[in-house]
């Protein structure tokens, strides 16, 4: 069973061992508007959470996706690269981006749980 | 942006509307301006290329330029021709500063007794300032605060138009009447900055609302926002002026050596003839052009150009995907060795390179009414 938390930067993180699945949220794809471009990291890249991970373009403007943990990406991908509009915004969805074997385990302690990042988002508006 | 700042942000007469149709708003070039819709800036892309949009371009500078000495006037601070222009014509030109520089590019109408003038909204300040100086004691300028100006872009724009305003129907691309459109007065130029057939309607300030919302009544229209306008103009081959065109740029380093018009070449009596003159005859050393990069990446305005040795050779100027093109498209300033269609580049995006190709322009063919 694997638990979803998230970060301030609208990403989430579903967590199954020390495999970490990293997407963006509902909000945050709302904000890119339709995605055109999509770019995802290789296998084998080694991050630091708070690293550029991967690239989201939409007609107007790119963004970038964060490692919000530390450690080695196992796999971007494909789908979304392929197909942008695959990007669904689904918590722990086949939307996602890239998976991280995590190095420390501990960088998730600072997360938001669901109900925390809901009163997150109630907050910005 | 704080919230000091955007109490300073000028409104357009259409605030209220889009705020109403659920606009995104940001601040351009001083005003609160919508750059999306809820339909998002790839839909109303879409949905201008094959329908009709309507865009507030209220924030854009209107002047009236009048007087019997109001065409010599003015044909001192750009190299259009006017004089022979027939009244009711509409021609795109440049204000050139003393060495050649575009000021800015706008749209002059002949009109009975003189011109309508339509400038860029960062530019209109300093502009109107320069054409009142440059023309005092010659002719009036008579800036139009208390009008909007709405555009209708698309295939679908001739017929929503003359479905409103019968008298429209034969105007072709170009040209400017003063018609009635739903029983409002305007004037309108058939002109835009898309690439399709379309209006720009000037209409009084109190009056825009009630216009606005009788043509999104119509079934082929959206409200558009600035996000699609770039879209649409980039594809469209068009100058966004403080990116493509500046007072660094010189018409003919732009692509732009047409706006340069026969009369005004054989008098060379406009600003900087001699420097614009030696360049039509013997180039330039860079040159504005259309920029496909393979793949599906944009490269956005910024972005390096190499040759394929990895020499710098220029910069992208405006970047971005095109939605009816279905994948990125660019324009920007490349040393004129390498300005020839069908020479192969390289854009470094995040630090690598993307190969793309010296294509031209338009990316998408254009559609006016002629």
Redesign the interface.
């Known amino acids: 069973m694997s638990t979803i938390k998230y970060t301030k930067d609208h990403e989430w993180v579903s967590v199954d061992g020390d495999i970490a699945t990293v997407g963006i949220t509902a909000y945050a794809l709302e904000q890119l ?2 995605l ?2 999509v ?1 995802v990291p290789d296998a084998g890249k080694s991050v630091t959470a708070g690293d550029e991970a991967a ?1 989201v ?6 963004s970038e996706v964060y490692a919000p943990v530390s450690g080695e990406v196992t796999e971007g991908n494909p789908a979304i690269a392929d197909d942008p509009a695959a990007v669904s915004g689904e918590a722990g969805g086949d939307g996602w981006f890239f998976k991280i074997k995590m190095s420390n385990t501990s960088e998730l302690d600072g997360m938001m749980n669901d109900a925390e990042y809901g009163e997150y988002l109630s907050s910005l508006d | 942006m704080s919230d000091d700042n955007k109490t300073q942000l000028k409104k357009t007469p259409l605030d209220t509307l889009h705020r109403e149709l659920g606009a995104k708003m940001v601040p351009f070039a001083g005003y609160d301006m919508p750059v999306q819709y809820p339909m998002g800036v790839l839909k109303e892309h879409l949905h201008t290329r094959t329908n009709a949009g309507l865009f507030d371009v209220s924030h854009m500078g209107q002047a009236f330029l009048t007087g019997p000495g109001a065409i010599d006037a003015f044909e001192a601070l750009v190299p259009g021709d006017y004089k022979d222009m027939p009244t009711g014509k509409t021609r795109y030109t440049v204000l050139l500063n003393d060495s050649g520089g575009i000021m800015d590019d706008l749209m002059a109408t002949k009109i009975e007794d003189g011109l309508y003038i339509v400038v860029n909204a960062a530019c209109k300040d300093a502009d109107f300032a320069h054409i009142k100086s440059k023309t005092a004691g010659k002719a009036k300028l008579e800036i139009l605060e208390d009008r909007a100006l709405l555009a209708i872009q698309g295939p679908k724009a001739g017929d929503v138009i003359a479905r409103l305003s019968p008298e429209t129907i034969d105007m072709t691309f170009m040209t400017f009447a003063k018609v009635s459109i739903a029983g409002i007065a305007c004037f309108v130029t058939r002109s835009g900055y898309t690439g399709e057939d379309g209006f720009e309607i000037s209409v009084p300030a109190s009056m825009a609302g009630e216009l606005a919302k009788k043509i999104l009544a119509e079934p082929e229209v959206e409200a558009i926002g600035l996000g699609a306008r770039d879209s649409l103009r980039l594809e469209a081959g068009l100058s966004l002026y403080g990116h493509d065109i500046d007072t660094t740029t010189t018409p003919v380093e732009a692509g732009l050596r047409w706006v340069i018009n026969k009369r005004r070449r054989e008098e060379k009596n406009f600003p900087a003839a001699n420097i614009i003159m030696d360049q039509i005859e013997n180039g330039t050393e860079r040159q504005r052009v259309g920029i496909k990069p393979d793949g599906r990446a944009p490269a956005r305005e910024g972005t390096e150009i190499q040759d394929v040795d990895g020499n710098a050779i220029g910069i992208i100027t405006s970047g971005g995907f095109g939605p009816s093109v279905d994948g990125p498209v660019a324009m920007g300033y490349v040393k004129t060795a390498f300005s020839a269609e069908g020479t192969k580049l390289n854009l470094i995006v995040r630090g690598k390179a993307i190969s793309a190709n010296v294509v031209k322009m338009p990316f998408t063919p254009h559609h006016y009414r002629t």
């Open positions: 508007g339709d055109v471009f770019e690239v373009e939409s007609v107007k403007a790119a």
